[in-house]
Protein backbone atom coordinates (compact mmCIF):
# COMPACT_ATOMS: atom_id res chain seq x y z
CA UNK A 1 0.00 0.00 0.00
CA UNK A 2 1.59 3.38 -0.92
CA UNK A 3 2.59 6.41 1.42
CA UNK A 4 0.03 8.60 0.80
CA UNK A 5 -3.22 6.02 0.58
CA UNK A 6 -1.99 5.09 3.82
CA UNK A 7 -1.85 8.69 5.39
CA UNK A 8 -4.52 9.20 4.26
CA UNK A 9 -6.72 6.39 5.78
CA UNK A 10 -4.79 7.07 8.83
CA UNK A 11 -5.72 11.49 8.69
CA UNK A 12 -8.91 11.43 7.48
CA UNK A 13 -10.64 7.61 7.88
CA UNK A 14 -9.82 5.68 10.75
CA UNK A 15 -9.83 8.89 13.63
CA UNK A 16 -13.47 8.83 13.03
CA UNK A 17 -14.33 5.17 12.49
CA UNK A 18 -14.46 4.62 8.94
CA UNK A 19 -13.47 2.16 6.63
CA UNK A 20 -14.63 0.57 3.22
CA UNK A 21 -17.72 -1.29 4.56
CA UNK A 22 -18.71 2.06 5.81
CA UNK A 23 -18.09 4.23 2.10
CA UNK A 24 -20.24 1.75 0.37
CA UNK A 25 -23.07 1.87 3.17
CA UNK A 26 -22.94 5.61 1.29
CA UNK A 27 -22.81 4.84 -1.71
CA UNK A 28 -25.30 2.56 -1.81
CA UNK A 29 -27.62 5.07 -0.57
CA UNK A 30 -26.65 7.75 -3.06
CA UNK A 31 -26.45 5.18 -5.86
CA UNK A 32 -30.00 3.81 -5.26
CA UNK A 33 -31.13 6.34 -8.17
CA UNK A 34 -29.71 6.32 -11.64
CA UNK A 35 -26.55 7.97 -11.35
CA UNK A 36 -24.03 8.64 -13.99
CA UNK A 37 -21.18 9.32 -11.18
CA UNK A 38 -20.82 9.89 -7.21
CA UNK A 39 -17.74 10.39 -5.55
CA UNK A 40 -16.70 11.42 -1.53
CA UNK A 41 -13.90 13.70 -1.80
CA UNK A 42 -11.89 13.87 2.21
CA UNK A 43 -9.38 15.98 2.84
CA UNK A 44 -7.68 17.89 5.79
CA UNK A 45 -4.82 20.80 5.64
CA UNK A 46 -2.90 23.08 7.90
CA UNK A 47 -1.50 26.13 6.50
CA UNK A 48 0.71 28.88 7.99
CA UNK A 49 1.78 32.22 7.62
CA UNK A 50 4.05 34.80 8.61
CA UNK A 51 4.76 38.19 7.46
CA UNK A 52 7.69 40.74 8.32
CA UNK A 53 7.76 44.04 7.96
CA UNK A 54 10.92 47.01 9.72
CA UNK A 55 12.88 43.60 10.88
CA UNK A 56 9.74 42.84 12.90
CA UNK A 57 7.42 39.82 12.34
CA UNK A 58 4.09 41.92 12.76
CA UNK A 59 1.54 39.23 11.53
CA UNK A 60 0.80 35.50 11.69
CA UNK A 61 -1.48 32.82 11.12
CA UNK A 62 -2.31 29.26 11.25
CA UNK A 63 -5.28 27.10 10.66
CA UNK A 64 -6.35 23.97 10.14
CA UNK A 65 -9.68 22.56 8.06
CA UNK A 66 -10.76 19.15 7.37
CA UNK A 67 -13.67 17.70 5.98
CA UNK A 68 -15.64 15.91 3.34
CA UNK A 69 -17.59 16.77 -0.37
CA UNK A 70 -20.37 14.48 -1.40
CA UNK A 71 -20.99 14.83 -5.21
CA UNK A 72 -23.26 13.22 -7.32
CA UNK A 73 -23.84 13.42 -11.14
CA UNK A 74 -26.72 13.03 -13.53
CA UNK A 75 -26.63 13.98 -16.84
CA UNK A 76 -25.50 17.52 -16.91
CA UNK A 77 -27.04 17.99 -13.08
CA UNK A 78 -24.68 18.24 -10.18
CA UNK A 79 -25.84 17.87 -6.58
CA UNK A 80 -23.21 18.59 -4.04
CA UNK A 81 -23.28 18.39 -0.16
CA UNK A 82 -20.33 19.15 1.75
CA UNK A 83 -19.87 18.62 5.73
CA UNK A 84 -16.73 19.62 8.21
CA UNK A 85 -18.03 17.27 10.12
CA UNK A 86 -16.20 13.90 9.09
CA UNK A 87 -18.13 10.30 10.16
CA UNK A 88 -20.76 7.99 8.83
CA UNK A 89 -23.82 9.89 9.72
CA UNK A 90 -22.58 13.24 8.37
CA UNK A 91 -21.42 11.05 5.02
CA UNK A 92 -25.02 9.51 5.06
CA UNK A 93 -26.79 13.23 5.73
CA UNK A 94 -24.92 14.19 2.66
CA UNK A 95 -25.80 11.74 0.71
CA UNK A 96 -29.29 11.69 1.51
CA UNK A 97 -29.02 15.52 0.35
CA UNK A 98 -28.31 14.37 -3.17
CA UNK A 99 -31.62 12.27 -3.58
CA UNK A 100 -32.97 15.33 -5.60
CA UNK A 101 -30.98 14.40 -8.78
CA UNK A 102 -32.52 11.33 -9.57
CA UNK A 103 -31.91 10.34 -13.38
CA UNK A 104 -34.32 12.25 -15.66
CA UNK A 105 -33.23 11.34 -19.07
CA UNK A 106 -29.48 11.56 -17.96
CA UNK A 107 -26.95 10.79 -20.81
CA UNK A 108 -24.38 7.79 -21.26
CA UNK A 109 -22.09 6.23 -18.78
CA UNK A 110 -19.14 8.50 -16.84
CA UNK A 111 -16.03 8.30 -18.23
CA UNK A 112 -13.49 7.47 -15.23
CA UNK A 113 -9.67 6.78 -14.57
CA UNK A 114 -8.85 3.17 -13.34
CA UNK A 115 -5.62 4.87 -12.57
CA UNK A 116 -3.02 3.03 -13.66
CA UNK A 117 0.03 5.38 -13.61
CA UNK A 118 1.16 6.54 -10.50
CA UNK A 119 2.93 9.54 -9.79
CA UNK A 120 5.44 10.58 -6.75
CA UNK A 121 6.25 14.14 -8.23
CA UNK A 122 6.97 15.19 -4.90
CA UNK A 123 7.81 13.54 -0.92
CA UNK A 124 4.96 13.85 1.18
CA UNK A 125 6.56 16.05 3.67
CA UNK A 126 4.65 18.60 6.54
CA UNK A 127 6.75 22.05 5.55
CA UNK A 128 5.06 23.53 8.55
CA UNK A 129 7.13 21.03 10.50
CA UNK A 130 10.78 20.95 8.97
CA UNK A 131 11.45 24.45 11.12
CA UNK A 132 10.86 25.75 14.23
CA UNK A 133 9.22 29.07 15.46
CA UNK A 134 12.53 30.85 15.68
CA UNK A 135 14.31 28.77 12.33
CA UNK A 136 11.04 30.50 10.36
CA UNK A 137 11.55 34.06 11.74
CA UNK A 138 15.27 34.01 10.96
CA UNK A 139 14.83 32.97 7.37
CA UNK A 140 12.53 35.75 7.19
CA UNK A 141 15.57 38.26 8.99
CA UNK A 142 18.03 36.78 6.66
CA UNK A 143 15.74 37.84 3.41
CA UNK A 144 15.54 41.38 4.31
CA UNK A 145 18.87 41.59 5.11
CA UNK A 146 20.22 40.40 2.39
CA UNK A 147 17.66 42.92 0.31
CA UNK A 148 19.43 45.93 2.07
CA UNK A 149 22.94 44.94 2.00
CA UNK A 150 22.05 45.04 -2.13
CA UNK A 151 21.77 48.92 -2.28
CA UNK A 152 21.76 51.86 0.44
CA UNK A 153 18.94 53.06 -1.33
CA UNK A 154 16.40 50.30 0.02
CA UNK A 155 14.38 51.90 2.88
CA UNK A 156 11.75 49.19 3.42
CA UNK A 157 11.52 45.37 3.04
CA UNK A 158 8.79 43.30 3.55
CA UNK A 159 9.48 39.72 3.63
CA UNK A 160 6.60 37.47 3.92
CA UNK A 161 6.85 32.92 4.23
CA UNK A 162 3.87 30.41 4.02
CA UNK A 163 3.18 26.73 4.04
CA UNK A 164 0.10 24.57 3.75
CA UNK A 165 0.32 20.52 4.20
CA UNK A 166 -2.63 18.64 2.90
CA UNK A 167 -3.78 15.22 2.52
CA UNK A 168 -6.52 14.27 0.54
CA UNK A 169 -8.73 11.23 0.07
CA UNK A 170 -10.88 10.29 -2.81
CA UNK A 171 -13.65 7.28 -2.70
CA UNK A 172 -15.75 6.36 -5.98
CA UNK A 173 -18.71 4.87 -6.78
CA UNK A 174 -16.51 2.39 -8.68
CA UNK A 175 -14.99 1.45 -6.10
CA UNK A 176 -11.39 3.57 -7.35
CA UNK A 177 -9.69 5.19 -4.03
CA UNK A 178 -6.77 7.68 -4.68
CA UNK A 179 -5.46 9.68 -2.30
CA UNK A 180 -2.34 12.44 -1.86
CA UNK A 181 -0.30 14.14 0.23
CA UNK A 182 0.66 17.76 -0.76
CA UNK A 183 2.96 20.43 0.54
CA UNK A 184 3.33 23.66 -0.49
CA UNK A 185 5.54 26.48 0.42
CA UNK A 186 6.36 29.94 -0.56
CA UNK A 187 8.71 32.66 0.33
CA UNK A 188 8.27 36.43 -1.37
CA UNK A 189 10.06 39.75 -0.84
CA UNK A 190 9.32 43.30 -1.55
CA UNK A 191 11.38 45.81 -1.45
CA UNK A 192 10.82 49.87 -1.36
CA UNK A 193 13.77 52.04 -2.89
CA UNK A 194 14.41 55.64 -2.53
CA UNK A 195 16.47 58.38 -4.13
CA UNK A 196 16.20 62.06 -4.05
CA UNK A 197 12.45 61.72 -2.73
CA UNK A 198 11.23 59.53 -5.66
CA UNK A 199 10.25 56.10 -4.17
CA UNK A 200 9.63 52.62 -6.40
CA UNK A 201 9.08 49.57 -5.13
CA UNK A 202 10.23 45.55 -6.45
CA UNK A 203 8.90 42.09 -5.66
CA UNK A 204 10.05 38.53 -6.36
CA UNK A 205 10.16 34.85 -4.69
CA UNK A 206 9.27 31.87 -5.27
CA UNK A 207 8.04 27.84 -3.87
CA UNK A 208 6.93 24.58 -4.48
CA UNK A 209 5.76 21.31 -3.68
CA UNK A 210 8.54 20.97 -1.11
CA UNK A 211 9.56 22.01 2.39
CA UNK A 212 11.70 25.55 3.84
CA UNK A 213 14.36 23.46 3.62
CA UNK A 214 14.64 24.46 -0.37
CA UNK A 215 14.98 28.43 0.85
CA UNK A 216 19.09 27.92 0.41
CA UNK A 217 21.55 31.24 1.31
CA UNK A 218 21.79 31.14 -2.86
CA UNK A 219 17.93 31.33 -3.13
CA UNK A 220 17.26 33.83 -0.58
CA UNK A 221 19.99 36.18 -2.28
CA UNK A 222 18.42 35.72 -5.55
CA UNK A 223 15.37 36.18 -4.47
CA UNK A 224 16.54 39.90 -2.72
CA UNK A 225 18.65 40.77 -5.86
CA UNK A 226 15.63 40.13 -8.07
CA UNK A 227 13.36 42.48 -6.12
CA UNK A 228 16.22 44.93 -5.79
CA UNK A 229 17.19 45.41 -9.08
CA UNK A 230 13.58 45.84 -10.29
CA UNK A 231 13.10 48.65 -7.82
CA UNK A 232 16.31 50.40 -8.78
CA UNK A 233 15.31 49.69 -12.53
CA UNK A 234 11.60 51.97 -11.70
CA UNK A 235 13.65 54.66 -10.33
CA UNK A 236 14.74 55.71 -13.78
CA UNK A 237 11.41 54.70 -15.83
CA UNK A 238 10.10 57.06 -18.02
CA UNK A 239 6.01 56.82 -18.68
CA UNK A 240 5.36 54.16 -21.38
CA UNK A 241 4.82 54.96 -25.26
CA UNK A 242 1.38 54.36 -26.40
CA UNK A 243 0.15 52.77 -29.21
CA UNK A 244 -0.11 49.27 -31.46
CA UNK A 245 3.94 48.17 -31.56
CA UNK A 246 5.57 44.73 -31.50
CA UNK A 247 6.30 43.40 -28.26
CA UNK A 248 8.71 41.27 -27.17
CA UNK A 249 7.61 38.71 -24.15
CA UNK A 250 10.33 37.63 -21.65
CA UNK A 251 10.93 34.01 -20.54
CA UNK A 252 9.54 32.64 -17.51
CA UNK A 253 6.46 34.19 -15.43
CA UNK A 254 5.36 36.56 -18.68
CA UNK A 255 3.65 32.75 -19.69
CA UNK A 256 0.91 34.07 -17.02
CA UNK A 257 -0.58 36.00 -20.17
CA UNK A 258 -0.87 32.52 -21.76
CA UNK A 259 -2.40 31.44 -18.84
CA UNK A 260 -4.68 33.76 -18.43
CA UNK A 261 -5.39 34.85 -22.23
CA UNK A 262 -5.42 31.40 -23.82
CA UNK A 263 -5.53 28.58 -21.33
CA UNK A 264 -8.54 29.69 -19.80
CA UNK A 265 -10.19 29.32 -22.89
CA UNK A 266 -8.64 25.81 -23.40
CA UNK A 267 -10.73 24.38 -20.61
CA UNK A 268 -13.41 21.59 -21.25
CA UNK A 269 -16.14 23.55 -19.47
CA UNK A 270 -16.14 26.52 -21.57
CA UNK A 271 -15.79 24.79 -24.82
CA UNK A 272 -18.74 22.29 -23.58
CA UNK A 273 -21.08 25.45 -23.50
CA UNK A 274 -19.68 27.37 -26.60
CA UNK A 275 -18.74 30.27 -24.45
CA UNK A 276 -14.79 30.20 -25.71
CA UNK A 277 -13.31 31.56 -28.25
CA UNK A 278 -11.90 28.02 -28.91
CA UNK A 279 -15.14 26.27 -29.08
CA UNK A 280 -15.69 23.41 -31.55
CA UNK A 281 -11.96 24.19 -33.08
CA UNK A 282 -10.24 21.01 -32.63
CA UNK A 283 -8.16 20.58 -35.85
CA UNK A 284 -8.03 24.27 -36.97
CA UNK A 285 -5.40 26.05 -37.06
CA UNK A 286 -5.31 28.38 -33.97
CA UNK A 287 -1.94 29.91 -33.43
CA UNK A 288 1.15 30.50 -35.83
CA UNK A 289 3.74 27.77 -37.09
CA UNK A 290 5.64 26.25 -34.19
CA UNK A 291 3.32 27.22 -31.64
CA UNK A 292 2.96 24.10 -29.30
CA UNK A 293 1.16 24.83 -25.74
CA UNK A 294 1.15 22.12 -23.24
CA UNK A 295 -0.44 21.68 -19.71
CA UNK A 296 1.86 19.60 -17.93
CA UNK A 297 0.45 18.46 -14.45
CA UNK A 298 3.56 15.75 -14.06
CA UNK A 299 6.59 18.57 -13.60
CA UNK A 300 8.43 17.10 -10.00
CA UNK A 301 8.33 19.18 -7.07
CA UNK A 302 6.45 22.26 -9.54
CA UNK A 303 3.71 24.64 -7.42
CA UNK A 304 1.11 23.39 -10.23
CA UNK A 305 1.75 19.67 -10.46
CA UNK A 306 -0.14 16.83 -8.69
CA UNK A 307 -0.13 13.43 -8.05
CA UNK A 308 -3.53 13.19 -8.75
CA UNK A 309 -6.38 15.45 -9.77
CA UNK A 310 -9.09 15.91 -7.64
CA UNK A 311 -11.32 13.22 -8.65
CA UNK A 312 -8.63 10.75 -8.33
CA UNK A 313 -7.09 10.31 -11.93
CA UNK A 314 -3.51 10.92 -12.59
CA UNK A 315 -2.02 14.02 -13.73
CA UNK A 316 -0.61 13.97 -17.56
CA UNK A 317 1.05 15.87 -20.15
CA UNK A 318 -1.38 17.03 -22.64
CA UNK A 319 -0.74 18.72 -26.10
CA UNK A 320 -3.39 21.29 -26.49
CA UNK A 321 -2.04 23.21 -29.44
CA UNK A 322 0.64 21.32 -31.67
CA UNK A 323 2.66 22.98 -34.48
CA UNK A 324 -0.32 26.09 -34.40
CA UNK A 325 -3.33 23.45 -34.63
CA UNK A 326 -6.02 23.05 -31.68
CA UNK A 327 -5.57 19.52 -30.56
CA UNK A 328 -7.78 19.35 -27.68
CA UNK A 329 -9.06 20.41 -23.98
CA UNK A 330 -8.20 20.32 -20.21
CA UNK A 331 -11.02 17.92 -18.85
CA UNK A 332 -12.37 16.63 -15.63
CA UNK A 333 -14.93 13.94 -15.42
CA UNK A 334 -18.18 15.83 -15.98
CA UNK A 335 -16.91 18.00 -19.54
CA UNK A 336 -15.35 14.51 -20.48
CA UNK A 337 -18.34 12.22 -20.25
CA UNK A 338 -21.01 15.29 -22.02
CA UNK A 339 -18.06 15.89 -25.00
CA UNK A 340 -17.27 12.03 -25.42
CA UNK A 341 -13.46 13.05 -24.89
CA UNK A 342 -10.72 11.70 -22.89
CA UNK A 343 -9.79 12.57 -19.25
CA UNK A 344 -7.04 14.62 -18.50
CA UNK A 345 -6.47 14.84 -15.03
CA UNK A 346 -7.36 18.40 -14.77
CA UNK A 347 -10.48 18.01 -12.27
CA UNK A 348 -9.23 20.79 -9.63
CA UNK A 349 -11.03 22.10 -6.92
CA UNK A 350 -10.00 24.75 -3.49
CA UNK A 351 -11.50 22.84 -0.81
CA UNK A 352 -14.14 19.75 -0.12
CA UNK A 353 -16.44 22.48 -0.18
CA UNK A 354 -16.01 23.33 -3.76
CA UNK A 355 -16.80 21.55 -6.86
CA UNK A 356 -14.63 20.57 -8.86
CA UNK A 357 -14.21 21.64 -12.69
CA UNK A 358 -11.39 21.80 -15.23
CA UNK A 359 -8.30 23.51 -14.55
CA UNK A 360 -4.97 23.95 -15.78
CA UNK A 361 -1.68 22.60 -13.90
CA UNK A 362 1.57 24.20 -15.30
CA UNK A 363 0.54 25.45 -18.42
CA UNK A 364 4.14 26.02 -21.03
CA UNK A 365 4.75 27.17 -24.53
CA UNK A 366 7.27 25.07 -25.69
CA UNK A 367 10.76 26.80 -27.20
CA UNK A 368 11.99 27.86 -30.22
CA UNK A 369 15.32 28.29 -31.86
CA UNK A 370 16.20 31.49 -32.12
CA UNK A 371 18.58 33.04 -29.32
CA UNK A 372 16.48 36.00 -27.34
CA UNK A 373 19.29 38.07 -28.28
CA UNK A 374 18.43 38.36 -32.33
CA UNK A 375 14.97 38.35 -31.33
CA UNK A 376 15.28 41.67 -29.32
CA UNK A 377 17.72 42.64 -32.23
CA UNK A 378 15.58 42.13 -34.96
CA UNK A 379 12.63 44.58 -33.66
CA UNK A 380 12.21 48.33 -35.18
CA UNK A 381 10.31 49.63 -32.41
CA UNK A 382 8.80 48.37 -29.46
CA UNK A 383 8.44 47.17 -25.97
CA UNK A 384 10.16 44.33 -23.94
CA UNK A 385 8.43 43.53 -21.27
CA UNK A 386 10.63 40.64 -18.55
CA UNK A 387 7.71 40.60 -15.71
CA UNK A 388 4.27 41.05 -15.50
CA UNK A 389 1.88 42.02 -12.45
CA UNK A 390 -1.98 41.43 -12.57
CA UNK A 391 -4.43 41.13 -15.24
CA UNK A 392 -7.44 39.93 -16.60
CA UNK A 393 -9.34 38.59 -19.04
CA UNK A 394 -12.84 37.73 -21.06
CA UNK A 395 -12.91 34.25 -21.58
CA UNK A 396 -15.83 34.33 -24.15
CA UNK A 397 -14.09 37.21 -26.43
CA UNK A 398 -10.68 36.30 -24.96
CA UNK A 399 -9.47 40.29 -24.84
CA UNK A 400 -6.92 40.85 -22.10
CA UNK A 401 -5.46 43.66 -20.20
CA UNK A 402 -1.93 42.64 -18.23
CA UNK A 403 0.10 45.40 -16.53
CA UNK A 404 3.91 45.21 -17.29
CA UNK A 405 6.01 45.31 -13.86
CA UNK A 406 9.33 45.66 -15.64
CA UNK A 407 9.85 46.79 -19.37
CA UNK A 408 11.87 48.41 -21.84
CA UNK A 409 11.24 50.73 -24.53
CA UNK A 410 13.09 49.12 -27.53
CA UNK A 411 14.47 51.19 -30.96
CA UNK A 412 16.77 49.24 -33.63
CA UNK A 413 16.87 46.36 -32.01
CA UNK A 414 18.48 48.16 -28.83
CA UNK A 415 16.86 48.50 -25.42
CA UNK A 416 17.06 52.05 -24.83
CA UNK A 417 15.28 52.56 -21.69
CA UNK A 418 12.91 51.43 -18.79
CA UNK A 419 9.75 52.34 -18.99
CA UNK A 420 6.42 52.03 -16.24
CA UNK A 421 3.06 52.28 -16.17
CA UNK A 422 3.10 50.18 -19.61
CA UNK A 423 -0.39 47.50 -20.08
CA UNK A 424 -0.77 45.02 -22.79
CA UNK A 425 -4.37 45.07 -24.74
CA UNK A 426 -4.99 42.72 -27.06
CA UNK A 427 -7.03 39.05 -27.44
CA UNK A 428 -5.60 36.26 -27.02
CA UNK A 429 -6.34 33.95 -30.47
CA UNK A 430 -5.53 36.71 -32.14
CA UNK A 431 -2.02 37.00 -30.11
CA UNK A 432 -1.35 33.14 -31.00
CA UNK A 433 -1.68 33.94 -34.96
CA UNK A 434 0.96 36.72 -33.94
CA UNK A 435 3.77 35.12 -32.89
CA UNK A 436 6.72 35.06 -35.59
CA UNK A 437 9.44 34.20 -33.31
CA UNK A 438 10.40 31.72 -30.31
CA UNK A 439 13.44 31.85 -28.19
CA UNK A 440 15.42 28.69 -27.25
CA UNK A 441 14.98 29.59 -23.39
CA UNK A 442 12.18 28.02 -22.42
CA UNK A 443 11.93 28.92 -18.74
CA UNK A 444 9.31 28.17 -16.10
CA UNK A 445 7.99 30.85 -13.51
CA UNK A 446 9.46 30.64 -9.54
CA UNK A 447 6.66 29.24 -8.06
CA UNK A 448 4.24 31.94 -7.42
CA UNK A 449 1.38 31.41 -9.47
CA UNK A 450 -2.37 31.62 -8.22
CA UNK A 451 -5.04 31.02 -10.60
CA UNK A 452 -9.35 31.98 -9.69
CA UNK A 453 -12.17 30.59 -11.36
CA UNK A 454 -15.88 31.34 -10.40
CA UNK A 455 -14.16 32.19 -7.08
CA UNK A 456 -11.93 29.02 -6.62
CA UNK A 457 -8.53 29.96 -6.05
CA UNK A 458 -5.52 26.71 -6.78
CA UNK A 459 -2.10 26.97 -7.25
CA UNK A 460 -0.73 26.70 -10.71
CA UNK A 461 2.61 27.03 -12.88
CA UNK A 462 3.03 28.86 -16.32
CA UNK A 463 6.54 29.10 -18.58
CA UNK A 464 7.58 29.72 -22.02
CA UNK A 465 10.35 30.98 -23.99
CA UNK A 466 11.35 34.22 -25.14
CA UNK A 467 8.19 35.84 -27.60
CA UNK A 468 8.23 37.91 -30.45
CA UNK A 469 4.52 38.98 -31.20
CA UNK A 470 3.88 41.44 -34.11
CA UNK A 471 1.04 43.45 -34.13
CA UNK A 472 -2.36 42.77 -32.36
CA UNK A 473 -1.11 44.26 -28.75
CA UNK A 474 -1.53 47.92 -27.94
CA UNK A 475 0.37 49.07 -25.63
CA UNK A 476 -1.28 51.19 -22.84
CA UNK A 477 1.05 53.92 -21.25
CA UNK A 478 0.96 58.18 -20.96
CA UNK A 479 4.14 58.45 -22.81
Not at 310 to 318: A, V, Y
Not at 336 to 355: F, V
Not at 363 to 371: F, Y
Amino acid sequence: MNAPLTTAQQTLLLPFDLDESRLESVFGEMMRHDLDYADLYFQYSRAEAWSLDEGIVKSGSFNIDQGVGVRAISGEKTAFAYSDDIGLNPLLEAARATRAIGRQGGNGTAIVSKGGVRHSLYAPVDPLASLNEAAKVALLEKLERAARSIDKRVVQVMASLASEYEVIFIARHDGHRAADVRPLVRLSVQVIVEENGKREQGSAGGGGRFDYGYFSDEIIHDYARKAVDQALLNLNARPAPAGEMTVVLGSGWPGILLHEAIGHGLEGDFNRKGSSAFSGRIGERVAAPGVTVIDDGTIPDRRGSLNVDDEGNPTQRTVLIEDGVLKGYLQDSLNARLMGAALTGNGRRESYAHLPMPRMTNTIMLAGDKDPAEILASVKRGLYAINFGGGQVDITSGKFVFSAAEAWYVEDGKMLYPVKGATLIGNGPDVLTRVSMMGNDLALDPGVGTCGKEGQSVPVGVGQPTLRIDGGLTVGGTG
